[in-house]
């Protein structure tokens, strides 16, 4: 049996990926509702829809590739190929989110909206790494099963 950290974690991705679906899918009526309380939401309502509709896409996408790779880590099977690209589609995805967040740069600037574009850069930059790294250990894991 699988330790309880990663049981939660696959249900925890599990949940994050599903109420992100729920998020993206009633994103224009909580961008509306919001706008009554905030002025921000309520002037730049398509603006927002689109920039945090493709976002939230993307995230999702994020989510996708890592419960994708978070299966092989239950199969005790991670160095695989198929989580490379995983890693890979995962860095631009991260890039893409902080591409579409430095559009609302040129609709309200806010500390917030810098940190998001930090944080996903460097999410991007980390996969890239990462993906670099599961590429070699793949390699030479399939090295050692040849001379086995």
Do not use: W
Not at 9 to 24: C, H, N, P, Q, S
Not at 76 to 91: H, P
Not at 99 to 124: N, Q
């Amino acid at each position: 049996m699988k330790d309880k950290l990663t049981i939660f974690t696959k249900y925890l991705l599990d949940l994050m990926f599903y109420a992100g679906i729920i998020v993206i899918a009633t994103l224009p009526l909580s961008i509306k509702f919001y706008g009554r309380y905030n002025k921000y939401f309520a002037e730049n309502y398509y603006s927002l829809c689109v920039i945090l509709f493709l976002s939230g896409i993307f995230a999702v996408l994020i989510l996708q590739q890592l419960r994708k790779m978070f299966r092989s880590v239950l199969n005790d099977d991670c160095f695989i190929r198929e989580n490379v690209v995983s890693l890979e589609k995962m860095s631009i995805y991260s890039f893409f989110i902080a591409v579409i967040t430095a559009c609302r740069l040129f609709i309200y600037l806010t500390p917030a909206v810098m940190i998001i574009i930090l944080v996903f850069v460097i999410a991007g930059l980390f996969s890239k790494v990462l993906a670099q790294v599961f590429d070699k250990a793949v390699t030479y894991k399939l090295e050692n099963d040849l001379t086995i």
